[in-house]
């Protein structure tokens, strides 16, 4: 009788829930369970030592060694290289926050693996095994909050800031030149047209945080500012003229990247006095 795991396709489970339902050890990338006859594979975005990516609906997946040239014929590679020939179920988990794992579904080898290069644990180039695996459901079923993705994106780059440039460089010169892509889902809030004009008309072609005349003008002449919440939607903000100013480009980012108290009571005030 085969493993009944109960799962769907974007179901998020812990460590511990991982363990309980596949009967595997607690870490590793490849845990094989002899309880449940299953292989789960999975792919820690948090720690960036493996480029595992999706090409099209195809997971490009990194074998197990985390120094030196890989072996096919050592642990875990050696099962999942032979997993189509054998009985051992093969699951596919990502995780992008920590303790947080995303279950994609059952997989299967549709390739022969292959050779890369990839930087070890030591920062040194070595050969690794990548394994070419598909889903046996459908990959537009997944759909991974998007959060994720920045929290991910996070992550590296508090990695990467760390990195001597040495090795920034021989990172930046080893990523995938291919870059995986993959089905998000975000949440959108319907603004509305007639705030955001008004409160660009209200700012005449000037930033209200900087004081400065919009840095260009459109296609058709108008000058170029961007709308701006003062309290974000996505903080449960207003879509009112209130809530509402008229940004350059680089003070639009500035508050999305600082929201520096100060910043956001002189919006405040510029916002009240139409
Ligand atoms: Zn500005
Ligand atoms: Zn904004």
Redesign the pocket.
Known sequence: MSFEHGLKPSDILTNQQLMDKFKCAMSGGMRFSHRTNTLVLISDHTKSLYDDRWIGDVFHYTGMGKVGDQSLDYGQNKRLNQSNHTDVTVYLFEVFKQNNYVFLGQVYLSNHPYTEEQLDDNQKLRLVWVFPLSLRNNHNEILIPIEFFESREKIQEKEAIKMPQEQLTKRALSAPKKPGSRTVVTKTYERDIYVSEFAKARANGVCQLCEKPAPFHTKKGDPYL????IE?LSKGGEDTIENTVA?CPNC?RK??SLNAKKDVEKLRRVAARS
Do not use: N, S
């Open positions: 961007e709308t701006h919440h974000w940004l639009h508050m999305h």
